[in-house]
């Protein structure tokens, strides 16, 4: 956010609190020790649980990429490093306006910061479509429409998530990335196959139900992809559930 407007009606400040942070305070907080410490570590990372517009993932994203610029050896490192910072930062928000400016303002954040370091780095270039379609991927799977306080989003469905876990290869940075349901992830219950059930399923949802047990081997929103280096992402291939039985 550029112009600091900081509330958008009375209404929706009385309905659903919504006052932006203003620049100033946003920087303020994020210049606490403990936090500048997750900021100068790539992979640590942050949840934004009411998001709005992205005041504090907007400048997460920025600290995070000059880190990784700073640390970076080579063009490929640097790409490589700034899609992992990106896959560290998480956002929910309630509001569907909000929701679209958080992943405009996203991309619109990583795609200038990734061309200015391009440029730091003597290579002013326009920037390579996979970084950027890799970065939307990213982006579309972290920064999610939803009600925090009922795990749900809009369309009632449980808000979903992705893991990025990130390993090196062949001196790239690959991810495998899994995803699961924000419940499953804060109440830390499991099943089998990595999801929560709810207690009233909605049992059409789910692939396969067995009446005895109350077992639901809930699939829907359980995926696994296969890894890939972390440039390819958007590639989006996924593991042959069959070929993991
Ligand atoms: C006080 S504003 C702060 C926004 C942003 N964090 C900032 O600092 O500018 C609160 C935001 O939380 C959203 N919100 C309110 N209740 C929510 C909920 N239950 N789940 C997710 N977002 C919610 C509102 O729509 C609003 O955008």
Redesign the pocket.
Known sequence: MTNERLIKSADRVKD??????PKRIVDLMLDQPEISAKVNDLTATFL??????G??LIELLKRKMQVALEGSTSIDSYEDRILLVLSSLYG????ED?FLMLRHNMYQTFAVNYLRGLKAKGKPEHGKPKVLKSAKTIINANMVQ????TYKNGQDQPIVFSEWASYKQDGRIWVKRSTQTFESIVEGVQTDNGLIVPEDSQLDLFADFDPDTHEVKAKEYYFKYKPVKIVDVYKEELVDASSEE
């Open positions: 659903v609190g919504e006052v932006f942070t934004e649980p009411s998001a709005g517009e005041a504090f929910i928000e309630l509001m909000n939803g009600n925090t306080l």
